[in-house]
Protein backbone atom coordinates (compact mmCIF):
# COMPACT_ATOMS: atom_id res chain seq x y z
CA UNK A 1 0.00 0.00 0.00
CA UNK A 2 2.97 2.62 0.66
CA UNK A 3 4.41 2.25 -3.06
CA UNK A 4 0.88 3.03 -4.25
CA UNK A 5 0.75 6.07 -2.23
CA UNK A 6 3.95 6.99 -3.40
CA UNK A 7 3.39 5.91 -7.29
CA UNK A 8 -0.22 7.67 -7.24
CA UNK A 9 1.26 11.00 -5.65
CA UNK A 10 4.04 10.74 -8.45
CA UNK A 11 1.48 10.25 -10.97
CA UNK A 12 -0.33 13.47 -9.94
CA UNK A 13 3.40 15.44 -10.24
CA UNK A 14 3.84 13.85 -13.49
CA UNK A 15 0.36 15.12 -14.73
CA UNK A 16 0.49 18.38 -12.87
CA UNK A 17 4.03 18.49 -15.39
CA UNK A 18 2.71 17.35 -18.45
CA UNK A 19 -0.99 19.49 -18.38
CA UNK A 20 0.85 22.76 -17.13
CA UNK A 21 4.69 22.85 -18.85
CA UNK A 22 4.17 26.03 -20.57
CA UNK A 23 3.44 27.38 -16.73
CA UNK A 24 6.43 25.32 -15.28
CA UNK A 25 9.26 26.54 -17.61
CA UNK A 26 7.84 29.82 -17.61
CA UNK A 27 8.32 29.58 -13.74
CA UNK A 28 11.75 28.29 -13.81
CA UNK A 29 13.24 30.18 -17.09
CA UNK A 30 11.09 33.54 -16.92
CA UNK A 31 9.00 35.66 -19.04
CA UNK A 32 11.95 36.50 -21.69
CA UNK A 33 11.81 39.73 -23.81
CA UNK A 34 8.03 40.30 -24.49
CA UNK A 35 9.11 42.80 -26.94
CA UNK A 36 9.29 41.00 -29.76
CA UNK A 37 5.80 39.43 -30.59
CA UNK A 38 6.77 37.40 -32.91
CA UNK A 39 9.37 35.02 -31.21
CA UNK A 40 8.31 32.36 -28.11
CA UNK A 41 9.20 33.10 -24.54
CA UNK A 42 11.66 31.02 -22.89
CA UNK A 43 8.44 29.23 -21.02
CA UNK A 44 7.15 28.04 -24.24
CA UNK A 45 10.37 27.66 -25.95
CA UNK A 46 11.53 25.07 -22.62
CA UNK A 47 8.19 23.39 -22.29
CA UNK A 48 9.46 20.07 -23.90
CA UNK A 49 12.03 19.56 -21.08
CA UNK A 50 8.75 19.58 -18.55
CA UNK A 51 7.30 17.75 -20.62
CA UNK A 52 9.90 15.08 -20.62
CA UNK A 53 10.29 15.32 -16.90
CA UNK A 54 6.61 14.84 -16.93
CA UNK A 55 6.78 11.42 -18.61
CA UNK A 56 10.01 10.56 -16.78
CA UNK A 57 7.93 10.89 -13.70
CA UNK A 58 4.97 8.76 -14.03
CA UNK A 59 7.19 5.87 -15.66
CA UNK A 60 8.70 6.03 -12.21
CA UNK A 61 5.09 6.23 -10.76
CA UNK A 62 4.07 3.31 -13.06
CA UNK A 63 7.11 1.15 -11.82
CA UNK A 64 6.16 1.34 -8.36
CA UNK A 65 2.39 0.81 -8.70
CA UNK A 66 3.29 -1.92 -10.91
CA UNK A 67 5.71 -3.56 -8.25
CA UNK A 68 3.21 -2.77 -5.63
CA UNK A 69 0.26 -4.45 -7.59
CA UNK A 70 2.88 -7.66 -7.76
CA UNK A 71 3.96 -8.01 -4.33
CA UNK A 72 1.50 -11.18 -3.61
CA UNK A 73 3.29 -13.14 -6.23
CA UNK A 74 6.27 -12.91 -4.09
CA UNK A 75 8.93 -13.41 -6.69
CA UNK A 76 12.25 -12.45 -5.10
CA UNK A 77 12.95 -9.60 -7.46
CA UNK A 78 9.95 -7.35 -6.63
CA UNK A 79 11.83 -6.89 -2.82
CA UNK A 80 14.60 -5.70 -5.21
CA UNK A 81 12.37 -3.32 -7.31
CA UNK A 82 10.76 -2.22 -3.76
CA UNK A 83 14.16 -1.56 -2.78
CA UNK A 84 15.22 0.53 -6.18
CA UNK A 85 12.26 1.98 -5.99
CA UNK A 86 12.04 3.48 -2.33
CA UNK A 87 15.85 4.80 -3.26
CA UNK A 88 14.43 6.41 -7.00
CA UNK A 89 11.27 7.87 -4.72
CA UNK A 90 13.71 9.59 -2.16
CA UNK A 91 15.16 12.22 -4.51
CA UNK A 92 11.20 13.30 -5.39
CA UNK A 93 11.15 14.84 -2.08
CA UNK A 94 13.53 17.78 -3.18
CA UNK A 95 10.46 18.29 -5.86
CA UNK A 96 7.69 18.27 -3.45
CA UNK A 97 9.62 20.29 -0.81
CA UNK A 98 9.52 22.94 -3.88
CA UNK A 99 6.30 23.07 -4.71
CA UNK A 100 4.76 22.50 -1.02
CA UNK A 101 7.03 22.39 1.59
CA UNK A 102 4.62 20.33 3.61
CA UNK A 103 4.12 17.86 1.16
CA UNK A 104 7.60 17.66 1.37
CA UNK A 105 8.36 16.29 4.58
CA UNK A 106 4.87 14.00 4.12
CA UNK A 107 6.68 12.78 1.03
CA UNK A 108 10.10 11.86 3.26
CA UNK A 109 8.31 9.79 5.63
CA UNK A 110 7.00 6.91 3.00
CA UNK A 111 10.18 7.23 1.04
CA UNK A 112 12.27 6.43 4.08
CA UNK A 113 9.44 3.37 4.40
CA UNK A 114 10.17 2.41 1.23
CA UNK A 115 13.93 1.76 1.48
CA UNK A 116 13.67 0.21 5.20
CA UNK A 117 10.63 -2.38 5.03
CA UNK A 118 11.59 -3.95 1.77
CA UNK A 119 15.20 -4.98 3.25
CA UNK A 120 13.33 -6.08 6.89
CA UNK A 121 13.50 -9.82 8.21
CA UNK A 122 9.74 -10.15 7.86
CA UNK A 123 10.03 -8.95 4.09
CA UNK A 124 12.64 -10.99 3.21
CA UNK A 125 10.92 -14.16 4.62
CA UNK A 126 7.71 -13.04 2.84
CA UNK A 127 9.63 -13.25 -0.21
CA UNK A 128 11.52 -16.50 0.32
CA UNK A 129 14.36 -15.40 1.30
CA UNK A 130 16.49 -17.71 3.28
CA UNK A 131 17.83 -16.43 6.70
CA UNK A 132 21.94 -16.82 6.68
Known amino acids: MLMMVLGGMQAVLGLALLTNSVAFATAIWG ?11 PGEAHSGIIVFAGVLVLA ?3 WGITTALKFPTRH ?10 GWTALPFTLAFFE ?3 ILGV ?7 LAIV ?4 P ?11
Open 76 to 85: PNLRVSAFAY
Open 31 to 41: EGDVSTPCCTT
Open 117 to 120: RPNQ
Open 99 to 101: VVP
Open 60 to 62: VAA
Open 122 to 132: ESRAWFGHQPL
Open 106 to 112: IWLVPAI
